[in-house]
């Protein structure tokens, strides 16, 4: 059964660490999701990509959040500077088709920023 | 983008059928219904989608109604392993391409034995 894989799935680091959260969207998908879930605001959409381009990042920070895929294989989101606010589980979804199709979730990323 | 509506939390017992409704008012011709569930510590996991009228997989079906303002997830004959959270979607996809999907807060069940 293909799955989407994360990597790490926990971190914790200090204030002002860089963070690199990857993602190995499923073999064949051309569209990948970096989501945001705290308690407080639920399953936030953080940016999406579509063969490998960014199509949409209104949702992340652009001061400290960084999301990029070097290759079709791998997707990453960093945080540099960390804040303790940052402290939450960060998921990676993939879809294939024109978009439309069912996300696959990985398991995320939980992530505390002492 | 469609906003949804869905109860916060609702309680079933074991072997009853639950429903669970979803309001999508200002729903657009090209959006599809898509229904979500997530357990503690994993992602959100698809179960269904559609866009008019029923559609049914060996998990649950899903009621739409002809003017499309609302869908209804039936779970038939849960069990203690449906304790989830269950999560209404509707799709508003850009003509570049791409789905970008908000999530709501979900409805939180809980199957009791």
């Known amino acids: 059964d293909a799955r989407v894989t994360q990597t790490p799935r926990h971190k914790v680091t200090e204030m002002g660490q860089e963070v690199t959260m990857r993602c190995q969207p499923i073999l064949g998908h051309n569209t990948v999701f970096w989501y945001r879930q705290t308690m407080m605001q639920g399953l936030e959409l953080l940016a999406y990509f579509r063969n490998r381009a960014p199509l949409d990042d209104s949702g992340m920070p652009k001061d400290r959040f960084s999301a990029e895929m070097p290759d079709a294989t791998l997707a990453t989101l960093k945080i540099q500077p960390s804040e303790p606010r940052d402290s939450a589980v960060y998921f990676c979804?993939?879809?294939?088709?024109?978009?439309?199709?069912?996300?696959?979730f990985g398991d995320g990323t939980r992530l505390s920023i002492l | 983008l469609a906003k949804t509506t869905q109860p916060i939390s609702m309680d079933s017992y074991e072997g009853q059928e639950v429903n669970i409704t979803c309001s999508h008012n200002?729903?657009?011709?090209?959006?599809?219904i898509t229904w979500y569930q997530q357990f503690p510590s994993q992602g959100p996991r698809f179960i269904i989608q559609?866009?008019?009228t029923k559609v049914t997989n060996e998990v649950a079906s899903l009621f739409i109604p002809a003017d499309r303002k609302s869908s209804t997830l039936s779970l038939p004959r849960v069990s203690l392993s449906d304790t989830a959270v269950y999560y209404c979607l509707v799709g508003d996809p850009p003509h570049t391409g791409g789905f970008k999907t908000i999530f709501g807060a979900g409805t939180r069940l809980f199957v009791k034995a």
């Open positions: 979804a993939s879809a294939g088709g024109r978009g439309n199709q069912p996300q696959h």
């Open positions: 559609g866009y008019k």
């Open positions: 200002n729903i657009a011709t090209n959006d599809y």
